[in-house]
Every structure is written in C-alpha cells, then in structure tokens.
Antibody, heavy 117, light 106 residues
Framework: EVQLLESGGGLVQPGGSLRLSCTASGFTVSGNAMGWVRQAPGKGLDWVSGLGSDGHTHYADSVNGRFTISRDNSKNTVYLQMNDLRLEDTAMYFC???????????WGQGTLVTVSS | EIVLTQSPGTLSVSPGGGATLSCRASQSISNHLAWYQQKPGQPPRLLIYSASTRATGIPPRFSGSGSGTEFTLTISSLQSEDFAVYYCQRQNSFPLTFGGGTTVEI
C-alpha cells in the first residue's frame, strides 16, 4: 500500500527556514515523480514544486530561488527546504506521488506551516 | 502561465441528480487536465487524468471530457459522499496550475 507521511511543519518567523520531509512506503521515490502542493487556510490548491524520476526539479515562480526539493533514496524520503519564508507561505503542505504526466494519485495528510511574527 | 478558470463557483444539486463542472484554460493544453475532489480536512483525491481517464477505484459515475481549452467533469446520480470541492489541474508542463475550484453542495 502506498503511503506518504509529511513532517517538519511548524511556526516560523518571516525570513526563517524550515525543512519538510515526506517519507514514502509501498514504492520507491527514486522511481517516481513527486510533488509538493500547498493550501492556504480556506483557499484552493497551489502547486509548489516537483521532482522527476530523472532528478529534474521544477518550481512555482512564487518559491523559485527560496525553496529546494530533493530526495534521499536510502531513506525513501523527499524533502522541501524552505528558506526566506514569507507570510504568504502559510499553508498546509501536501506531498504527492505522480501517476501520469504530473497528475497526483497518492497524497499525504499534510503538514502545516505557519509564518508569523 | 496558463490560467484555469472553473465554473460555476458553487453548484447546488439534489442527491440523485447530475452535475456538470467546467474548466477553461487560457491556452490550449491538449488533453493534459486532471480533476480532483477534496473534502474538508482531507487531502485531494484524484478522479480523472488526461482529461478522461478515471483514476484507480473511481466509480463510473465520474466522467471527464474535453480537449484544448474546454473541459468538463460530469457526475451522474450524485451520492451523499460526492458533495465536496472539485479542482482541475493542468498536467504535463510547468508550471502546474490548479483552477480555483467548484463547490458542489446540496
């Protein structure tokens, strides 16, 4: 069974950093495209970043240069390093596994990031 | 950046009735469109990808159609568990984008 478990969220001040983790089971992250999608409270879905099985990375303009996606195959985990956090980065962050052409069939329950002074 | 516009914002439907949700892309995206369902406090659930392919375990009352710039998600004979928010998503090319969502309510 495919499972995704996010962790690492919390309260951080503007300009601070956090690293989110997404630990997978039931499949290997190295063989699949993975993504991060966020949802601000009461708002819609917002794609953040993607990591292809080929290792190519992709970012939304709003986070490009501040966020970095990576994976550790030995831990079967995908990470999202978030630097220079802004108030508008406050959201639930979901990790998701691609099924076809960057559509996401499996999702974690999310980890909440709150940026506030 | 390609913008996805969903309509209507809210759709009121009776149980057992049908629903037609629209997603319009600002430029042609071929058939590279997915649909998701989301309920409060839950992650999204993939319903349809590549415009018309049902994801694993999705019942046949959910169907998708369209190509280019106009897409439709049709839900026939709504069940109580179908009342939720529905999002479309551009696949295949970056940046991936989501529509603003349609709420299907009783």
């Amino acid at each position: 069974e495919v499972q995704l478990l996010e962790s690492g969220g919390g309260l951080v001040q503007p300009g601070g950093s956090l690293r989110l983790s997404c630990t997978a089971s039931g499949f290997t992250v190295s063989g699949n495209a993975m993504g991060w999608v966020r949802q601000a409270p009461g708002k819609g879905l917002d794609w953040v970043s993607g990591l292809g099985s080929d290792g190519h990375t992709h970012y939304a303009d709003s986070v490009n240069g501040r966020f970095t996606i990576s994976r550790d195959n030995s831990k079967n985990t995908v990470y999202l390093q978030m630097n220079d956090l802004r108030l508008e980065d406050t959201a639930m962050y979901f990790c998701a596994k691609d099924v076809w052409a960057w559509s996401f069939e499996s999702w974690g329950q999310g980890t909440l990031v709150t940026v506030s002074s | 950046e390609i913008v996805l516009t969903q309509s209507p914002g809210t759709l009121s439907v009776s149980p057992g009735g049908g629903a037609t949700l629209s997603c319009r892309a600002s430029q042609s995206i071929s058939n590279h469109l997915a649909w998701y369902q989301q309920k409060p406090g839950q992650p999204p659930r993939l319903l349809i990808y590549s415009a018309s392919t049902r994801a694993t375990g999705i019942p046949p009352r959910f169907s998708g159609s369209g190509s280019g710039t106009e897409f439709t998600l049709t839900i026939s004979s709504l069940q109580s568990e179908d009342f939720a928010v529905y999002y479309c998503q551009r696949q295949n090319s970056f940046p991936l984008t989501f529509g603003g969502g349609t709420t299907v309510e009783i």
